[in-house]
């Protein structure tokens, strides 16, 4: 059964940090195009961060760059997405996606599979 879980949201202060984790079971994650997304109350699902499968090259929506980086553990068949300098516009449910097709892409409809999503919050 294929399956992504997030972990690691929660609640933070303006310029904290958090690390977003998520763990893929059923499928390797080496072989698959792996993105973040983030979705607030009233908003648009939005592309964070993508990191691709062949070649390891990342992209990140123009709104985190230089703030959040994404990664990839192909042992522990896990993505991360660590996130510094947090602003409250930054404050949404937070997905990670994948797929086999691995284009590299910040598109929603892109990607197959999808984890529950993970709550971070940015509030002093």
């Known amino acids: 059964q294929v399956q992504l879980v997030e972990s690691g949201g929660g609640l933070v202060q303006p310029g904290g940090s958090l690390r977003l984790s998520c763990a893929a079971s059923?499928?390797?994650?080496?072989?698959?195009?792996t993105a973040w997304f983030r979705q607030a109350p009233g908003k648009e699902r939005e592309g964070v961060s993508c990191i691709s499968a062949s070649d390891g090259s990342t992209y990140y929506a123009d709104s985190v760059k230089g703030r959040f980086t994404i990664s990839k553990d192909n042992a522990k068949n896990t993505v991360y997405l660590q996130m510094n300098s947090l602003k409250p516009e930054d404050t949404a449910v937070y997905y990670c996606?994948?797929?086999?097709?691995?284009?590299?892409?910040?598109?929603?409809?892109?990607?197959?599979?999808w984890g529950q999503g993970t709550q971070v919050t940015v509030s002093s």
């Open positions: 996606a994948a797929d086999v097709r691995d284009y590299a892409s910040l598109y929603w409809v892109e990607y197959e599979y």
């Open positions: 059923g499928f390797t994650l080496h072989n698959y195009g």
